[in-house]
């Protein structure tokens, strides 16, 4: 079994698929997606939500999420997350995500803390995932992943640190794939030739 993980592309694993109540779940800024591939089938979920990472709640006092929840991953971990939290620390209204990337590599403590925290919230959210279904690796992907060196190492130390037992050894792979890629990538089928292990 393989959980997919994806980084800030605008649309689901499960892309073609809408909420119960027909709400479009592809909405702009919903941008951490996730998977379950078992046996080179993806998991859709008897009600088309199966193996989702963004809406684990990982932080009890926030902050809300758009999905109507609090402490989600993607509420912490998203482009729009990030960019809004470094806009609050550096108090400029303005900033870029590329921006954001330049000032934590440049080492400013309160953006680099930012993308930590990211690290943090996707680390407690993989595991709680890996613990649930033990699968043997995990794929993370995604155009966020130029900024990964950012929030790699706490994702991995909070990985370690929440993964149960022999869960732990579950593989982080990184596999940087281009936006473009996602975005036509929505259909299952598409992800999963793109993704299941040659
Ligand atoms: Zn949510």
Not at 86 to 103: D, I, N, S
Not at 160 to 181: D, H, I, M, V
């Amino acid at each position: 079994m393989t959980v997919l993980f994806r980084h800030a592309a605008h649309r689901t694993l499960q892309g073609a698929h809408h909420q119960p109540g027909g709400r479009d779940r592809l909405r702009a800024g919903a941008d951490i997606g996730s998977g379950l591939v078992v046996n080179g089938g993806l998991v859709s979920g008897a009600y088309g939500v199966a193996g989702e990472i963004g809406h684990v709640p990982v932080a009890e006092s926030g902050p809300p999420c758009h999905c109507g929840g609090t402490g989600c991953v993607e509420a912490i971990a998203s482009t729009e997350a990030i960019v809004t939290r470094t806009r609050h620390v550096t108090g400029e209204a303005e900033l870029t995500m590329a921006q954001a990337v330049e000032r934590a590599r440049a080492g400013d403590p309160a953006v680099r803390e930012v993308f930590a925290r990211a690290g943090h919230a996707i680390g407690r959210g993989l595991a709680a995932l890996v613990n649930l279904f033990g699968p043997e690796r995990v794929v993370v992907s995604g155009e966020g992943l130029e900024a990964f060196g950012l929030f790699e190492d706490r994702l991995r130390r909070t990985f370690a640190a929440q993964a149960f037992g022999s869960a732990a050894r579950c593989e982080l792979l990184l596999r940087p794939l281009p936006f473009e890629e996602w975005a036509r990538g929505a259909a299952a089928v598409a992800v999963r030739s793109l993704f299941t292990p040659a």
